[in-house]
């Protein structure tokens, strides 16, 4: 039986492409097809169909020239913070409504160079903030698994689009969690590499020192593929890491040093942070990780126990320094360079307050003036200066680990997706909900999530993966293992037509 082609991943779809079982035209046109289906997710914010399939036949075109490549003609869609020429970009803000890019972003471009095609552009939170898709000013998704839950944020659109077979792969940015927790709230595999692996040329900034581009898909191999030609050292990004091409992907197959075939994971240390695993994270996810962790043992890897004890502070260091980079960022959005410009107004400080007044949600409002205060005179140096102290603590707690483990594992976010509106007005229940994601953001280390089971109301739960800096291919070489091993990484939520 030949499976549908929304079942399979971005290798298979490749591979199909390569042995010429299909087409991309026919991948992108049965694709298309099921986005229109699944319009209530509102994963997407739009579809560029006509664009799309002229993609297809490009790559079609390409593979008959000989070209090769696994992407070469695999359909994909952006996370809407990355700036697109011929799609309109609005961070899930009403303040960039109709607004066009004058080019593509980095990682678009290079995704588009490897002959990926785009259907469009996913819904996410305003500006990137927040953990449940809710704060998006063109709605809010829906967890592919239950609809009456959210999906994460603030890539939920992607971590939703994959989920739901909808696409094989998506784009998405973490700058506390983003790719990880809606990766771990839908059941999709997600990471976030190093700080500076991809370039954040054309990624609408939200806190600079923390965004990072990284790809959602079914497996760790897919994610392989996509990361390694999305990454790479970019001019046009100050921060961009100045290394050689990764082949992340070819890299899955090399066998670690003393391995073997039952154990390919002998040698490999993974470390437990007692701190990500306290008393109060909630029993189903506890279980589902340390099943999962027990896997990892089967498959040769030994388990050390660490310590990062300024877990818990993460919270409040993250939430000064996110707020106040955003406070600054989000000033180019002043109604005369880009989007939204209010209708009427007395003067230009009124025509500033009134089209920041009307273009901003809530969260955003709320983040633009948590920020601003923290680098105010007088509180400079009580909050935000502290938080940066805290930070560099942090990553020298991390670093203290990985003298004594290669890999640190735990959960992904302390319980399954919530209920939609479940928090209702508190924003702080959503920050405390971050505190397994925030430590490796503020270390700017690459992090991972993998399906590793189910909890409470049959959702995913996810295992996060924390490499040392650069060491990506070590999260997915021991993610892709985990996943020969066992079958989480396949299940699809019931009722979306596999
Ligand atoms: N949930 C975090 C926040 O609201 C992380 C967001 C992100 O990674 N973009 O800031």
Redesign the pocket.
Known sequence: MTLPLHTLGVAELGRRLESGEATSVEITTHLLARVAEHRQLGAFLCVDEEAALAQAQAADARRAAGERGLLLGVPLAHKDIFVTEALPTTAGSKMLAGYRSPFDATVVHRLAAAGMVTLGKLNC?EF????ANENSAYGPVKNPWDATRVPG???GGSAAAVAARLLPAATG???????R?PASFSGVTGIKPTYGVCSRYGMIA??SS??QAGPFARSAEDCALLLSAMSGFDERDSTSAERPPQDYHAALSKARDGASAERPLAGLRIGLPREFFPAALAADVDGAVRAALREFEALGATLVDVSLPRTELSIPV??II?PAEASSNLSRFDGVKFGHRAAHYADLTDMYRKTRAEGFGP?VKR?IMIGTYVLSHGYYDAYYLQAQKLRRMIADDFQACFGQCDVIAGPVAPTVAWKSGAQGDDPVA??L??IF??PA?LAGLPGMSVPAGFGEGDMPVGLQLIGNYFQEGTLLHAAHAFQQATDWHRRAPPGIGT
């Open positions: 939170d990137a903030m927040g953990s944020g603030s890539s940015t973490d700058t506390g969690g983003s790719i927790q939200f806190a923390l965004d993250y939430y996110a969260e983040r959503a920050y909900a971050d994601t925030l953001s």
